[in-house]
């Protein structure tokens, strides 16, 4: 059958927008160029008008005329293609914005479903009742703690002003302590007169009295 009828050609490749953005700009480019070499000649020419005289400077002049006609002709087919790119330039914008937009919708689509599976078997009642047991388990748990960290002995029951008094009894036997650690002078020799004093008696070397 392909032999008698023949194949169906393959089908063209599609362009895109941007291949198309691309290829005018392209052409632009190229124009430019043309521009630039048209403006080269001219300056060229210029110069030999300058120097010529006669039929040579008409000849000049009258091929200066044909290349500003071709230069004009390139810089409104430039400007043309400028247009057409900006153009296409603006629809490659927009169909990007659509793109990203429908992106962003299908995105938020498969989220919506997604979570809709998710909280599918959530019960709201069964979340307040977790939560509730939550709570109770943590004032048992701290009640427990205040349990086990209560003291032993009746400690509770001491009063405030009995320790009290009993720590000032013990700063001032702390002081008392100290004044005698200061004074280590024996007690036989405390308040014994001198020694050159012959009428309080003569005293042996440990401070007695001799007899």
Known sequence: MKRLFGSK??????????????????????????????EKQLMEIREQIKKSRGPAQARYKQRAMQILKQKKMYEGQRDKLCNQAFNLEQAAFAQESVKQSNDMFQAMKQTTNEMKVAY??????????????????????????????????????????ELEAELAGLEEEYELEQSMAVDETPFFLKDQPPSGDMSAGAVDEFGLPVP
Do not use: W
């Open 120 to 161: 599918k078997d959530f019960d709201i009642d069964q979340v307040e009742d977790v939560h509730a047991d939550m709570e109770e388990l943590l004032d048992m748990s701290n009640e427990i703690s205040e349990a086990l960290g209560r003291s032993y002995g009746g400690c509770d029951d001491i009063d405030d002003d």
């Open 9 to 38: 050609p393959p089908p063209a490749p599609k362009v895109s927008l941007q291949d198309t953005v691309t290829q005018v700009n392209d052409r632009g480019d190229s124009l430019e160029l043309k521009i630039k070499a048209l």
